[in-house]
């Protein structure tokens, strides 16, 4: 069983950068995907970034396209979200979230291990 611990969240004004960090413990993780999902508050749960472990596949939702880059450090076990560009709508709780498989799925319910959430702010 996998377990994910995210951080790197807080406050940092419109245009600044932040890089989440997500460290995976507990699973060998060359048989998982990687997700990154945020969810606002009175939103639902959107998808984020999305990475194949084994082949460093990624996949971006189209809002953070072009701004937010996740990767991964084999050594480390740690998966990444760089986030730059950042917009007051980027605010919300993030997470990590981890399934086995071998494609980047968008619908939470299909990712199996979860982080505790961290929290992003950006002001105007």
């Known amino acids: 069983q996998v377990q994910l611990v995210e951080s790197g969240g807080g406050l940092v004004q419109a245009g600044g950068s932040l890089r989440l960090s997500c460290a995976a413990s507990?699973?060998?993780?060359?048989?998982?995907?990687m997700g990154w999902f945020r969810q606002a508050p009175g939103k639902e749960r959107e998808f984020v970034a999305g990475l194949i472990w084994s082949r460093g596949r990624t996949h971006y939702a189209d809002s953070v396209k072009g701004r937010f880059t996740i990767s991964r450090d084999n050594a480390k076990n740690t998966v990444y979200l760089q986030m730059d560009d950042l917009k007051p709508e980027d605010t919300a709780v993030y997470y990590c979230a981890a399934r086995i498989g071998m494609e980047v799925q968008i619908a939470g319910g299909n990712y199996d291990y979860w982080g505790q959430g961290t929290q992003v702010t950006v002001s105007s």
């Open positions: 507990g699973g060998t993780l060359s048989r998982y995907v």
